[in-house]
């Protein structure tokens, strides 16, 4: 034992002097009033008289912590002496982590009032109920985190004795042993001990005594700490915490390592981490869609070994609000951190990259010309994303989340809804971080919109409401003016040659386009909806019976009524109802494709 007694000089109340080492020591005696801020005073806990609050299980008051000794360390029974005893003593060296143990029922601690304070009892063999073993028992204390300087007050009977003060590591590891003496009640000692260089090491604390009358402890006072915990560090470190998919586009590579802090030695080359992300992204409607799933959780990295984000799925594009977390058993203790406020945004592309996608990907459909298609495609992206813009951020080069409407719309294409992808943010990710995915899904979507338009003329044939609003409406009024009536449901197919604003109109092209914003509203003819054969309402297209022409075409015309594209009409803007875009056929025409003005 480093045995190193301290004689103090004595006021009528308190021991408050010292006397400093000659040389240098692990552990230097200093002023008690030197010590802090921290403090535990024990006036959190019940305040009851002998024997005190019993307590069999770890105490924490303030933010400190106490039990008897820590586990490791070896109790043994000194045997009474004269007016007191028997007397707990500790030795060995605690395990590693640095963790209490309290000691069996009722000969571990006790609060009591004392002087006229709450003050700390070890009990010893006897325990606290028996007047020669309140005050005989071992105390240990472990700190939050590694401090460099402690100190605490002692209060004696009627004797004064030693106290042996046992300083350690959070591996245990003892840094050193120090004797000092009590004085006899009523006065008290005071004693502070800093840690040689100021280094932040003393983990935890044990004292045993030998004080006949047995001894109390209060206002522990410690020194300044920083909590221990892990602290991840990227690597490499983005650029204002946002990783970046870049417009090829090529998702990032995202890395990090963890590093145990604030604990001495540090343990962070043995220590074990569990990572675990979250990946976030906001619909335009609020609620947040998480990617976590779709990511590989609970990777463990010993040591300074690198931790890389990956994903369960083949090769996807995923990105939004990131958050790392990692988590570790260090001294016997549970520590987490996370690292919040990163992103992952995506970056546009030039837009000439996603005009030769739409080149690469459109073909001819249902008899409308792939050049024409090509042209229509580029024009919508720009009605849709004001400027073929996947991101919100300027074309050609912006990096930001993807464009999200009020209505869940994703992208270049403001994809919401298709049949092979109802819902983008579950059924085609891919559409919100890869910009050729929504260019291949906006395909898609305006060839759905063309197949529907193509079928409209068929719904009509096949109406009867159609057939009755020729037989009873149209036909009175030709026959009042000498016309043949009209025997036939006219619908012809919808002309397809021309690029969007031709004259005449390329219809099955245009109507397209209309079903790309929505075909809102219900087919009205003469003020009634019209169904379908299965007695559903037709939707409102941008075309739709002429009836004025209808009414006046000649004789000689209504044989070809099936053929005349002359029987439809565009629907007017004042004719629609207020859901989507009354001009959006219109505004579409008049985008450029390349989104120049």
């Known amino acids: 034992m480093n045995k190193r007694i301290r004689e103090t000089g004595i006021t009528a109340l308190a021991i408050i002097g010292f006397v400093a080492p000659t040389v240098a020591q692990p552990i230097n005696l200093v002023p008690y009033d030197s010590i802090g801020p921290n403090r535990v005073d024990f006036e959190d806990v019940p305040a009851l008289p002998f024997p005190g609050f019993i307590i069999d299980g770890i105490l924490v008051s303030g933010n400190a912590s106490f039990a008897e000794r820590f586990v490791g360390q070896t109790l043994t029974i000194e045997p009474p002496i004269s007016l007191g005893g028997p007397f707990d003593v500790l030795s060995g060296a605690p395990t590693d982590p640095l963790t209490l143990q309290p000691g069996d029922p009722g000969r571990n601690l006790s609060v009591a009032i004392r002087f006229p304070d709450n003050e700390l009892v070890g009990c010893g063999d006897l325990g606290c109920s028996n007047g020669d073993g309140f005050g005989e028992g071992a105390v240990a204390v472990r700190f939050p985190a590694p401090v460099s300087e402690v100190g605490f007050i002692i209060s004696s009977g009627n004797s004064g004795g030693e106290a042996v003060v046992q300083f350690f590591r959070t591996d245990g590891t003892g840094i050193d042993t120090i004797t000092v003496t009590t004085v006899p009640f009523p006065l ?17 604390v044990s004292v045993h005594n030998s004080d006949p009358a047995g001894v109390t402890y209060d206002d ?61 992204i906001d619909k335009g409607t609020g609620e947040e869609v998480s990617f976590d ?38 001294d016997g203790a549970t520590l987490a951190t996370e690292r919040e406020g990163l992103t992952i945004e995506g970056t546009n592309p030039d837009r000439s990259e ?46 930001a ?26 059924d085609c990710r891919d559409a919100l ?21 193509r079928s409209y003329p068929v719904q009509l044939l096949a109406s009867p409401d159609y057939g009755a609003f020729i037989r009873d409406i149209i036909n009175p009024d030709r026959e009042a003016v000498r016309l043949r009536p009209i025997r036939t449901r006219p619908a012809p197919r919808f002309t397809t ?51 004025d022409f209808l009414r006046t075409v000649s004789d000689r015309d209504v044989p070809t009524l099936q053929t ?34």
């Open 188 to 204: 008290s000692s005071r004693h502070g001990f800093m840690r040689e260089g100021g280094v932040r090491d003393i983990a935890g």
């Open 220 to 280: 522990f006072v410690f020194g300044e700490f920083s909590e221990k915990g892990i602290e991840i560090l990227l690597d490499p470190a983005p650029a204002n915490d946002r990783y970046v998919i870049d417009a090829t586009p090529t998702m990032p590579s995202i890395s990090a390592r963890a590093q145990v802090v604030n604990v001495t030695p540090d343990p962070t080359p043995m220590t074990t981490f569990t990572w675990t992300v979250n990946l976030t």
């Open 293 to 330: 799933e779709e990511i590989e959780q609970g990777v463990v990295t010993v040591g300074e070994e690198l931790f890389t984000l990956e994903f369960t799925t083949r090769r996807p594009f995923r990105g939004g609000k990131l958050k790392l977390t990692v988590e570790a058993e260090v």
């Open 354 to 399: 996603i005009q030769n996608t739409i080149d690469a990907v459109a073909t001819a459909f249902q008899g409308l010309a792939e050049v024409d298609i090509e042209d229509v495609l580029k024009r919508i992206g720009c009605q849709e994303s004001s400027g073929q813009r996947q991101f919100d951020a300027s074309a050609n080069g912006g990096i």
């Open 401 to 426: 989340f993807p464009l999200i409407s009020r209505d869940n719309g994703v992208g270049i294409f403001q994809i919401t809804s298709t049949r092979r992808c109802p819902d983008p943010f579950v």
């Open 433 to 453: 971080f890869h910009w050729p995915t929504n260019v291949r899904e906006g395909k898609r979507a305006y060839e759905e919109k063309v197949a529907f338009a």
């Open 497 to 547: 040659i021309g690029p969007i604003g031709s004259a005449p109109p390329n219809q099955l092209l245009e109507d397209a386009v209309r079903g790309y914003n929505g075909f809102a509203g219900q087919l009205t003819l003469d003020g009634k909806v019209i169904m379908d054969a299965r007695g559903r309402p037709i939707l409102l297209h941008e075309f739709i019976p002429d009836e």
């Open 564 to 597: 005349n594209p002359n029987v439809w009409r565009r629907v007017l803007p004042a004719e629609r109802p207020a859901l989507g875009n009354p001009n959006y056929v219109k505004d579409v025409t008049s985008q450029s494709p390349q989104c120049t003005p």
